[in-house]
């Protein structure tokens, strides 16, 4: 599938309202919801996307009652036990990004281990987890990497620019999201990948996570190959019409 994006992130909310709307507890919505990762995963490694990034839990999330923080927690462990042989045979790449010194051992531990298992030169797609993931976070400690390299005389405040601090965030090679989805149908970011969305296309769909399915995922694909990304310009630019030169910028 060539229209796929390349870079494809995803909000999975909505998990507790599916529980909550045939009266299961919470849990039970996680448990769904990390059903549909499996599926959302290996669909997008087939149809061409080449980044999966997904956000599991954020900065904030730590704040929810500790009982549910622990189910969540044993979820990822048991989840990334059985979803290890699939990205093997698929050739994914496990990457997690966050302030994962916060997560309890036994999760940290587990992360890792599929991280260093799927460790390829050559992937067929990457899987980014966001686990205890904050956007503001990220940015913070760029901004103290910098300050410190500065601090050391390694670079000058010169040096800052838009590239520069990209390339202090957690995956500096990683291109910035084609497209964000989020499930669930609250129209807000939720400090979810701040600086790397300047120009990602936005999908939002009431769809619960646990209820999104393939069809759902193409439905979001198909929406993104209609949008027109003009990154600033005129649309008569985009479509390669002939145009005036541009303003001149001093240098
Ligand atoms: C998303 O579902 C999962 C996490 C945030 C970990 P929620 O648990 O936020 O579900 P809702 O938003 O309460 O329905
Ligand atoms: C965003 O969902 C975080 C994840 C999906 C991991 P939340 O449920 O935490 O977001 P808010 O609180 O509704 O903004
Ligand atoms: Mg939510």
């Known amino acids: 599938l060539s229209s796929a994006p390349k870079h494809v992130a995803i909000i999975m909310d909505g998990n507790g309202r599916w529980a909550k709307s045939r009266a299961f507890g919470r849990t039970l919505g ?34 929810r009652p500790a009982a549910e923080v622990t189910v969540l927690m044993g979820l990822l462990v048991q989840h990334l036990r059985a979803l290890d042989k699939k990205l093997v045979k698929n050739r994914i790449q496990l990457q997690a990004k966050g302030s994962l010194y916060r997560l309890p051992d036994f999760a940290y531990n587990e992360v890792q ?3 260093d298992l799927t460790n ?6 990457t899987l980014t987890l966001c686990l205890s993931y904050g956007g503001r976070q990220e940015i913070v400690d760029a901004a103290r990497t910098i300050a410190r390299k500065i601090e050391e005389g390694r670079l000058t405040s010169n040096h800052i620019d838009e590239d520069l601090i990209s390339r202090h965030l957690y995956q500096p090679n990683v291109p910035d999201p084609d497209l964000l989805i989020r499930t669930g149908g609250d129209y807000r ?9 300047a120009y990602t296309e936005l999908y939002v769909t009431p769809t619960l996570w646990p209820d999104f399915n393939l069809d759902e995922l193409h439905k979001a694909f198909k929406v993104y190959t209609q949008r027109e990304r003009r990154f600033g310009l005129t649309s008569e630019q985009v479509i390669g019409a002939p145009v005036s030169n541009s303003y001149p910028q001093p240098s």
């Open 30 to 63: 996680h448990h769904e919801g990390a059903k549909r990762v499996d599926e959302i995963v290996t669909e997008c490694a087939d149809a061409g996307v080449r980044y999966l990034t997904l956000y599991a839990f954020s900065t904030e999330n730590w704040n």
């Open 113 to 115: 281990r599929v991280v």
């Open 120 to 125: 390829y030169a050559e992937p067929r797609m």
């Open 189 to 197: 970011i939720s400090n979810f990948l701040l600086w790397e969305i």
